[in-house]
């Protein structure tokens, strides 16, 4: 099975400080995905890659960046975290089948509480 | 922009009864893809169409695609506690290397005795 793994399950930052959220998956999937998801607004996404090295701005990639250095590890990177990007962060990976599928498999999730 | 609407947004079931919810875009796209996501776990995929017409069953559960009515619809039959979760359907905007999925906002499906 694919695995998606997320190093942080549950995390508590102060306002103004530097966050990274790591997210690894283990079977050579090209495509990376972070999405958050907030109670009555479903999935938004934040950035995507399809390559090493490769990023691309989902709806919503206001205050976030992200790295992706080897094709198995993408980063999301808040600079300086804010109240409002408290939630849960959903990381997930993908490739395209001969049929043009692309389905996602999603790590557990981080929830982040910024305070 | 692509918009994912799904509705109702939340679905109280009587246990044995049949139901269906809907899933409409408002884009050209022939991939859709159903996800459930059961209380404080993640995402898992549930179905995946990818023509007009398109439909997979997977127990209780059946999945239709009409690409020119842009909509989806997930078919319960007799509900049972165990299909209670959240309903996600996604839709693919761009076909290729580059494709991205837009979520809607989900259905919590809660089935009562």
Redesign the interface.
Known sequence: DVKVTQSSRYLVKRTGEKVFLECVQDMDH??M?W?RQDP??????IY?S??VKMK?K??IPEGYSVSREKKERFSLILESASTNQTSMY?CASSF?TG???????????SRLTVL | ELKVEQNPLFLSMQEGKNYTIYCNYSTTSDRLYWYRQDPGKSLESLFVLLSNGAVKQEGRLMASLDTKARLSTLHITAAVHDLSATYFCAVDMDTGANSKLTFGKGITLSVRP
């Open positions: 090209e495509n995905f999405y009555g607004l479903g999935l938004r996404l995507f399809y390559d691309e989902g709806d959903l395209l049929s043009g599928a692309n389905v996602l498999t999603f790590g557990a999730g």
